[in-house]
């Protein structure tokens, strides 16, 4: 497995991850109400859209060097 396949699996990966906790944080925050789950909650969603644009940067840059 190349090192451009292993980026996209393992961004992948981790963007599927991220849209997780930040849902287990949202139900975190809808049963109990606390600050700190909603603050989670959108640290999540901040992160799995930076990953995203992050993803696409990366993706653009690499097929510039395998031309």
Known sequence: MSLKYFHIVFMTIASIMTIA??????IEW????????LILTILAVVFCIALIFYNNY?????????D
């Open 30 to 37: 809808k049963s109990y109400s606390e600050t700190k789950y």
């Open 58 to 66: 990366f993706l653009k840059k690499i097929s510039t060097l395998d």
């Open 21 to 26: 906790n930040g849902y287990l944080f949202y």
